[in-house]
């Protein structure tokens, strides 16, 4: 059975339609709940829809009612009648005016080709109050029903949690909907494959004596995501390795193109770092799963028990962490490891964490909360050197950091700017996104050093015409 939310948390739920039932509200909280029954005897009035249903059955959480001219939203619960702590279905009804971007993320996120969608009219509709939805249901507690009413420029959900996906309610409560949605003529922008890929001409910057410059370097195919943060690149020679959505795919790189070569299967779908060593071996990790060790296509060796894994260039040892400052040096020995345990005494939240032939590079907040810093410590996590701003001060958010023959160079996701620091870590220039890249607003997600001393790093950003986030790389040199 499902708990009945508190009402101090119900307006999360606007937010994620995911976190049902997790907490059990007090005798006072569900009173309130109770006695917020709509006085409109079961009837909800919104400009975009109206709900008639039975109030004898549903609780109208009306603190959660949104009723506004362009984003109309509200929520309901059936109780479990043996133990009314607990709902047996919440339903939510929302339409919002709004452009196309969330709903095409949530056709892919339900299963949905968005190319069958658009061009083949593929997919079988239910009429809803009035307006045709597509249908997704796991089969156990999750049913959706939404759409794009492109004319309106109206997006349409009702979605249901619930213990019996065959209750007789649920049919009940859709039956009582009315849409009212109008068609205005609206038409969305492109859609992924109707839009115009990123492209940047090459371009420099100069940071102190330094002359940085940046290739753009195209995938055959562009690779487009819904999201934002979690890839990962690693190179071997002129094999390029994507880690792209949880999946890992081989490239090939001519030092013009990435041309994909070939999948590479991975057990789960939630890996979201891959590393190279020395010997050729791919390392992929991600939180709270194995660590798996990849040569020529396949797992020669998984390790447990390790959160997050930034692997020695040797392929001897790495650094075990996740957020605290209290993290673990993890010595590899054919398919076993020790692990000793390390202290990072001068970060506090941990963000990332890379390590090159020579240090550990921890991208922290200060524990001191002088803001997000590089700290530079050695295998044993004695303090080197801390990476900040001209100014002392902190950084936005550093996803790659590595040393230079002329100092170290940083790219910082959360600011969009390439760092660079002499050798002593004093800080030499900071590059913005736009002056280097030509990119509107990206965030860094990884990068990887290539054979010639050259950075390859990665990045994801909104194509101008909006039809899509694109993964686009560059190789950066000069440093």
């Not at 919002?96 to 658009?118: C, H, I, S, T, W």
């Not at 524990?367 to 801390?386: E, P």
């Amino acid at each position: 059975m499902k708990k009945l939310l508190a009402i101090l948390i119900a307006v999360l739920m606007m937010v994620s339609f995911a976190a049902c039932g997790e907490k059990e509200p007090t005798n006072n909280d569900k009173e309130s709940q109770q006695n917020s029954v709509s006085d409109a005897n079961g009837e909800i009035t919104t400009p975009l829809f109206m709900l008639k249903y039975d109030d004898s059955v549903w609780i109208n959480i009306e603190e959660d009612l949104k009723n506004e001219e362009d984003y109309c939203f509200a929520n309901l619960q059936v109780l479990d009648p043996e133990d009314e702590e607990y709902y047996l279905i919440e339903a939510t009804i929302s339409v919002e005016l709004d452009e196309p971007y969330d709903f095409r993320e949530d056709l892919v996120y339900y299963g949905f080709n968005q190319y069958e969608y658009k061009e083949n009219k593929a997919y079988e509709t239910v009429n809803v109050g009035g307006v045709d939805l597509l249908k997704y249901d796991d089969g156990e507690e999750t049913l959706v029903y939404f759409n794009r009413i492109e004319g309106a420029n109206a997006t349409v959900y009702v979605k249901f949690d619930v213990t019996d996906i065959k209750d007789a309610h649920i049919q009940a409560l859709l039956d009582g909907i009315t849409f009212n949605i109008k068609d205005i003529g609206n038409v969305d922008g492109p859609w992924e494959w109707e839009g115009e890929p990123f492209s940047a001409e090459p371009a420099s910057a100069q940071a102190g004596s330094l002359t940085v410059s940046s290739t753009f370097v195209p995938f055959e195919k562009p690779v487009t995501t819904f999201e934002t943060f979690d890839h990962s690149v690693a190179a071997i020679g002129d094999r390029v390795y994507m880690l792209v959505d949880g999946e890992l795919s081989e490239c090939h790189y001519d030092g013009t193109c990435l041309a994909f070569v070939q999948p590479i299967d991975l057990p789960e779908d939630d890996y979201d770092r891959v590393e190279a060593t020395a010997d050729d071996t791919l390392w992929v990790s991600g939180s709270m799963n194995d660590i798996l060790c990849i040569k020529d296509g396949k797992t020669v060796a998984t390790y447990e028990d390790i959160d997050n894994l930034a692997i020695h260039p040797s392929g001897a040892w790495g650094v075990n962490y996740f957020t605290s400052n209290e993290c673990e040096i993890v010595t590899f020995s054919g398919n076993t490891y020790s692990a000793a345990p390390v202290t990072f005494k001068e970060a506090d939240t941990i963000m990332h964490l890379c390590v090159d032939e020579n240090n550990i590079y921890v991208c922290a907040n200060a524990a001191d909360d002088s803001g997000h810093k590089v700290f530079i410590y050695n295998k044993d996590g004695v303090l080197q050197k801390t990476l900040c701003d001209a100014e002392g001060e902190g950084l936005g958010s550093v996803t790659f950091v590595t040393q230079t023959a002329n100092g170290y160079i940083g790219f910082d996701g959360n600011m969009r700017d390439v760092l660079l620091w002499d050798n002593n870590g004093a800080f030499i220039a900071e590059i913005s996104d736009s002056e280097l890249f030509s990119t509107n607003y990206p965030w860094f997600c990884h990068s990887t050093v290539l054979d010639d001393g050259s950075i390859l790093t990665i990045m994801t950003d909104e194509r101008e015409d909006r039809s899509a986030t694109e993964l686009v790389a560059f190789v950066v040199k000069g440093f």
